[in-house]
C-alpha cells in the first residue's frame, strides 16, 4: 500500500524491484553450478509457475539466464 500522494506524483515506481533483485533471480544467482526446470523453480520460490516461466522469459531476453530447453540457468 502506498499513500495517495505518492501514486499521483509517481514516486512508487522507484520502489519497483529491479529483475536482478526478483526472488527467481536471487535464486538463480545463489545456486549458479546448477541448472533448473521453471517447475522446480517454483517449487523452491513459491510462485505459481506461469509466474516463474514470465520472469524467466524476460530475464533470457536480458541475457541474464541461459536456457536450454527444458533448463534454466544463471549466465556466470
Known amino acids: 500500500m502506498i499513500k495517495r ?3 499521483i506524483t509517481g514516486n512508487f515506481k ?8 526478483h526472488p527467481i ?12 526446470k521453471a ?5 523452491a520460490v513459491k510462485m505459481t509457475n506461469a509466474g516463474v516461466r ?3 522469459r ?3 531476453i536480458k541475457k541474464l539466464v541461459i536456457h536450454k ?8
Open 14 to 21: 522507484k520502489r519497483a524491484l529491479k529483475r536482478e533483485e
Open 39 to 43: 517447475s522446480e523453480i517454483a517449487k
Open 25 to 36: 533471480a536471487m535464486y538463480l544467482k545463489k545456486m549458479v553450478n546448477f541448472a533448473f
Open 5 to 7: 500522494k505518492d501514486f
Open 58 to 60: 524476460k530475464l533470457v
Open 54 to 56: 514470465s520472469m524467466l
Open 69 to 76: 530447453v527444458p533448463y534454466f540457468a544463471w549466465k556466470k
